[in-house]
């Protein structure tokens, strides 16, 4: 499930990329949570979160409905 994991990051890590961010995958937990690290000028943007849940969580529980969230750790 982590290789999946990644390798839908990499299809989001682009558009990240192209603002000056990134993002880096930490771990998916027994809870089915993905956690995962913004880095770059997404670590301190305001609209961080909305990134995460509008964004990150919305393709990757699309794509892989056992995912029930994602949230950003430090």
Same mark, same amino acid.
């Given at each position: 499930? /982590?290789?999946?994991? *990644? +390798?839908?990051? +990499?299809? #989001?890590?682009?558009?990240?990329?192209r603002?000056?961010? @990134? #993002?880096?995958?930490?771990?998916? &937990? @027994? @809870?089915? #949570?993905? *956690?995962?690290?913004?880095?770059?000028?997404? $670590?301190?943007?305001p609209? $961080?979160?909305? &990134?995460?849940?509008? !964004?990150? +969580?919305?393709?990757? &529980? +699309?794509?892989?409905?056992?995912? *029930?969230? !994602? /949230? $950003?750790?430090?």
């Open positions: 499930m /982590e290789q999946k994991i *990644k +390798e839908g990051l +990499e299809q #989001i890590r682009p558009f990240l990329q603002d000056g961010g @990134d #993002i880096e995958f930490v771990e998916y &937990t @027994d @809870d089915h #949570i993905v *956690k995962v690290r913004l880095q770059g000028h997404c $670590a301190g943007c609209g $961080a979160q909305m &990134t995460i849940k509008g !964004v990150v +969580e919305r393709i990757l &529980t +699309e794509s892989y409905p056992e995912i *029930k969230g !994602v /949230e $950003a750790v430090q």
